[in-house]
């Protein structure tokens, strides 16, 4: 059973605009959340996190909001750039482990 | 400069036949864990270690051993591999436990592990 689901397995928007990656989680519980960008044949490279004692995190072009009553967090990027083309993984953590969404495929077009 | 190294990179093999996916780490972290990609299911955690000679089970652990005997070290270790064994696998380190607020986890690039 999925804890941390990410719905949309893909997007694409263009270049200069904004891209939305949401996320949903099911425990209440889960404290502290990462946002992991995965370009091709390499590993998953930190982006952004946010603790549940905030509702927003800013970081340059990302943000990342957390709405603990729905359960949800989304990942903003403006604006959008074809390098920021990956798939996003939204992840918790719980008890010494890391436990990862499905992941969704971001695509930016010039 | 900082890494998690992985090898091999790639991989092709049979069933049943022992094989072992090295993991190091040049930061001195005291927790490294092992992780499986595959579609629709995102990575999900094998094994973790907490330090030297301390290891515990994550979500997926059947069919997978590991040691650590070093620091620097988590070897992966299929015993007997079998085809749903086919996969991506990523190795990682921290300086502490996953995800808290003082630390991230660093991967390496990742081993395709086919079993035929």
């Known amino acids: 059973d999925q804890q941390v689901k990410q719905n949309s397995p893909s997007l694409s928007v263009q270049e200069g605009r904004i891209s939305i990656l949401n996320c949903d989680y099911t425990?209440?519980?889960?404290?502290?959340f990462l946002w992991y960008k995965k370009y091709p044949a390499e590993g998953p490279t930190f982006l952004i996190s946010i603790s549940s004692i905030k509702d927003k995190n800013e970081d340059g072009r990302f943000t990342v909001f957390l709405n603990k009553s729905a359960k949800h967090l989304s990942l903003h990027i403006v604006p959008s750039q074809p390098g920021d083309s990956a798939v996003y993984f939204c992840?918790?953590?719980?008890?010494?482990?890391?436990?990862f969404g499905q992941g969704t495929e971001l695509s930016v077009k010039p | 400069e900082a890494q998690v190294t992985q090898n091999p990179r790639y991989l092709i093999t049979v069933t049943g036949k022992k094989l072992t996916v090295t993991c190091s780490q040049n930061m001195n972290h005291e927790y490294m864990s092992w992780y499986r990609q595959d579609p629709g299911l995102g990575l999900r955690q094998i094994y973790y270690s907490m330090n030297v000679e301390v290891t515990d089970k994550g979500d997926v652990p059947e069919g997978y051993k590991v040691s650590r005997k070093e620091k620097r070290n988590f070897p992966l270790i299929l015993e007997s591999p079998s085809p749903n064994q086919t996969s991506l696998y990523f190795c990682a380190s921290s300086l502490s436990i996953a995800g808290t607020s003082t630390d991230t986890q660093y991967f390496g690039p990742g081993t395709r592990l086919t079993v035929l």
């Open positions: 992840a918790t953590n719980q008890g010494g482990k890391l436990i």
């Open positions: 425990n209440s519980m889960f404290d502290y």
